[in-house]
């Protein structure tokens, strides 16, 4: 099984500014099958990235991912406060499916 | 466009038993592999289990291997989630959600998300 590491654990930023969250594997993740989720409280999580760096249909491009092999990113490049929320990493390169166990970005 | 409606958690005993449904709309359903999600309170995302598209193939998280069974009926677009044996610690939301094909049996990202049911484990 791969285990996701994410850090770090709270990002404490304000509007405008930059994010940048890691996303660690324990071991390669096949293909950089590597997918970024945001959730909100009392809300389903919603897909941002997948493929590691493809954003999904509908989201802004102040998101970016990056990364390979077990080393992987999200950037967010100028927060809107909409942004604030918690972000998990998730591999699909191999089975069992398994997600890092998120960042929170919170408003400083 | 997408959507899952999850439905059927509530508060059952430990030991107890219950069924999940997800009703699904806006896509063929019939075409995609689809999964069970949850999140304990407070807690991240843990994947449950998987079928594919045409029921031929599950695959389960090994904490719930023997106790859920996943199942769907394409004619009526709804993909289940039997839960037995039922222990506190499957106390969480189910989400259901939509995977993409993948060359990796059994693996997908998930596109789209239901709202979430919750099931409460307690006596």
């Known amino acids: 099984e791969i285990v996701l590491t994410q850090s770090p654990g709270t990002l404490s930023l304000s509007p405008g500014e930059r994010a940048t969250l890691s996303c660690r594997a324990s071991q390669s993740v096949s293909s950089n099958y590597l997918a970024w989720y945001q959730q909100k409280p009392g809300q389903a999580p919603r897909l941002l990235i997948y493929?590691?760096?493809s954003r999904a249909t509908g989201i802004p491009d102040r998101f970016s991912g990056s990364g390979s092999g077990t080393d992987f990113t999200l950037t967010i490049s100028r927060l809107e406060p909409e942004d604030f929320a918690v972000y998990y990493c998730q591999q699909y390169g191999s089975s069992p499916l398994t997600f890092g166990g998120g960042t929170k970005v919170e408003i400083k | 466009q997408v959507q899952l409606v999850e439905s059927g958690g509530g508060v059952v005993q430990p030991g107890g038993s219950l069924r999940l449904s997800c009703a699904a709309s806006g896509f063929t359903f019939s075409s995609y592999g689809m999964h069970w999600v949850r999140q304990a309170p407070g807690k991240g995302l843990e994947w449950v289990a998987f079928?594919?598209?045409?029921?031929?193939?599950?695959y389960y998280t090994d904490s719930v291997k023997g106790r859920f069974t996943i199942s769907r009926d394409n004619s009526k677009n709804t993909l289940y989630l039997q839960m037995n044996s039922l222990r506190a610690e499957d106390t969480a939301v189910y989400y259901c959600?939509?995977?993409?094909?993948?060359?990796?049996?059994?693996?997908?990202?998930?596109?789209?998300w239901g709202q979430g049911t919750l099931v409460t484990v307690s006596s």
């Open positions: 079928m594919r598209y045409d029921g031929s193939d599950k």
């Open positions: 959600a939509k995977g993409v094909p993948n060359p990796v049996a059994g693996t997908s990202y998930f596109q789209h």
């Open positions: 493929a590691a760096s």
